[in-house]
């Protein structure tokens, strides 16, 4: 198994940046590809973007050249790079991990974390 807990939340003004993190405690966490998706009130959960065990990524084209994925495999940790926010990025944020990438990028991951929120005001 494995533990995830997201940080980095907050409230930014539209344009700004945020970047969250996702802690991984537990399992290799090399052996996990990873994840991040949002769900904003009366909405359906949203896939974000996911990044493999060896790195490649993919994106939304909702955030494709906004946000960013990166994985520190010594740290166990995982974040998002948010730039260029729009009100319609207000959402809670969550972290997920599988051991198979495309069961993440398809919405089905095995490991979900609590959430955090992101407000961007307009």
């Known amino acids: 198994q494995v533990q995830l807990v997201e940080s980095g939340g907050g409230l930014v003004q539209a344009g700004g940046s945020l970047r969250l993190s996702c802690a991984a405690s537990?399992?290799?966490?090399?052996?996990?590809?990873m994840g991040w998706f949002r769900q904003a009130p009366g909405m359906e959960r949203e896939f974000v973007g996911a990044?493999?065990?060896?790195?490649?990524?993919i994106y939304a084209d909702s955030v494709k050249g906004r946000f960013t994925i990166t994985r520190d495999n010594a740290q166990n940790t995982m974040s998002l790079q948010m730039n260029s926010l729009k009100p319609e990025d207000t959402a809670v944020y969550h972290c997920?991990?599988?051991?198979?990438?495309?069961?993440?990028?398809?919405?089905?991951?095995?490991?979900w974390g609590q959430g955090t929120q992101v407000t961007v005001s307009s």
């Open positions: 990044i493999s065990m060896s790195g490649t990524t």
């Open positions: 537990g399992r290799t966490f090399t052996s996990y590809a």
């Open positions: 997920a991990a599988d051991t198979v990438f495309r069961e993440v990028w398809r919405g089905s991951p095995g490991y």
